[in-house]
């Protein structure tokens, strides 16, 4: 097969075409070859029936208004920071990594050299399994008391 042969969804690959709008496009051509792969058009042919003609006037309407468009929108983008309704996402990023930090450093405080002294004397799975308990809900309680002074 020559290199200028292809079948419905190498083109529709290669336009970026849905196969069903190919195919419906290409109805009319004759193909070059029918085979166990598909059927064949040459792309010399096929290429210019995907690509509808259109009038320079057209085209440059279609031109004006995707940019009037895109224009519209850096508008509101401009807008919306000059209001400050804009969340700038360095803003986000560093509080959150604030917030993890002391997440991390909150729960890796749950483990104090007392309460491991305490878990080392202690011998009943019962007690131990309390004492862990009451830790990590210290340590959620001072979590959560944090929370909502950061949000009064």
């Known amino acids: 097969m020559g290199l200028n042969v292809m079948n419905i969804e190498q083109l ?5 075409q849905t196969f069903r709008t190919v195919k419906k496009r290409l109805e009319g051509l004759e193909p070059v070859q029918r085979g ?10 096929a290429l210019p029936l995907l690509y509808p003609k259109q ?8 031109e004006r208004a995707r940019l009037t468009k895109i224009q519209a929108e850096l508008a509101k ?10 969340i700038h996402i360095e803003e986000v990023v560093s509080d959150l990594a604030r917030e ?19 878990i080392r004397i202690e011998t009943d799975p019962a ?3 309390t004492l862990l308990a009451d ?3 210290n340590a959620l309680e001072e979590l959560n008391a ?5 949000l009064s």
């Open 12 to 16: 529709s690959s290669m336009t970026g």
């Open 100 to 118: 993890y930090d002391f997440v991390r450093g909150t729960l890796r405080c749950i483990l104090t050299d007392s309460l491991v002294e305490r």
């Open 77 to 86: 983008i401009d807008l919306d920071k000059l209001r400050n309704n804009l």
């Open 135 to 137: 830790a990590v809900n």
């Open 36 to 45: 166990k792969r598909g059927i064949f058009y040459d792309s010399v042919d």
């Open 127 to 129: 007690k131990v399994q």
């Open 146 to 150: 944090d929370a909502k002074q950061k």
């Open 55 to 62: 009038k320079p006037a057209e085209h440059l309407s279609i």
